[in-house]
């Protein structure tokens, strides 16, 4: 007899069968129902668990980082990178783990060998990027000639990481071996795959040129490079020195139509009323001009926030929309 | 940026962030710590750098109501507020 009939009172010698069969279908009722429910909860807690999956995996991955024990934390960061091979968190998770056995001044080898294995299968370029230049940095102060052996082999080589390449050029540029350098900026702006990188790479090379007193080639990259307002700071300013100065004052207004705070810097007031005197009201139009001259359509994204909530960028059409991208971490 | 977001909509536009890192619960922190009422998105996609072209931080992108991003500012200034309303009001 199951128990269950007997504690509820039903069975006290005999059966009530007239409760039972009541019961039953009350219970039968209730056995639907409690499958309903059970349905809607998986099912609400699949969409649930759809809408916050970002938010999960950064959850996933942030309590496998923080792991006490730097041997649990490894594997609990391999564990994530194997159920996320393709989450772009993969990149920190292969930071935390390398930092991770690098602690450990005798295991500099097998840091080496998880990045060069990393390396080996990872498909994206730019996190590729990102760890060979994790290898550089951590060479270099281990053994310069290494590092210089591994740059040296990655100009070569056909790698696309148009960041770790101007990473590169600006390491080895600020390390002395400048030759070494100029190859990093120009093949950065070879391998950047459109106008951005290419004129980010170009700033930072004409940049560099001009410290080091190559002026004609910097002013020839810095005006190939004028899609990035930066590039009007050094051309401003050589174009100036060499007596250009309508055209270095044009420099700085683009410039500063991008980078509002190099208006103070660059004393964009005091040299256009130099070049234009009397006419110092039209600055502010000639910026706020050029400041509204872009044209490029917004490719809309789904992004989600801190509590799971999703924003759909697309759906702002019709209404005005400041999207500001900051880094405060 | 908090001042901004309180002409929302008296100048017919949405403010909003993105957390370039991504980090939750460092950006949770930063929220609280701050204060902070504008919605912070995270980017987990790579999609300021991969998209929007972002080398430098702050980046603000100030988009119109077609959807076209017309105007993008670098960092900030001692007025930047006032650039901003300039701008949002000239597109």
Redesign the interface.
Known sequence: MPKSIVDKGYYNGKINHERLKQEVEMSNRSFAGIVVLIMIFIFSGCMEGKKKS??Y???EF?VASSVAIPAKRIKRLKIFLNNHPD???RKSAYNRIFDTIAENAGQREKAIAFLDKSIEEEKDT?IRGTLYYKEFTYLWSVDSTEAVNLATKLLESDEKGFRMFVYLGFDLGYRGRHKLAEGMFRKAMDVGA?P??KS?AGVLYGEFLSEHGKNDLALKILKESADN??AGKQLGKILWEKGEKKAAVESYINLVS???????EVKLDSLYAIVYPGNVTELDEKI?EK???????????R????EG?Y?N??D?????????????? | MERLKKMENELGFKLLLINLKGYLNKTKAIIKEKDITIPILLDCESYSRGVLHVDYTPTTFIIDKNGVIRSRLVGGCKDFEKIMVEVIKSI
């Open positions: 970002d938010l995996v950064m959850e942030e989450h772009m968190c730019d459109n951005f990188e980010f307002v930066f991008g980078v509002p705070g190099e208006r103070d706020l400041r509204i001259s872009h044209k490029t359509l917004l490719h809309g994204t992004l989600v926030d801190t909530k924003y960028l697309s702002y059409k019709g209404r005005k929309l400041v999207l500001g991208v900051w880094n405060p971490t």
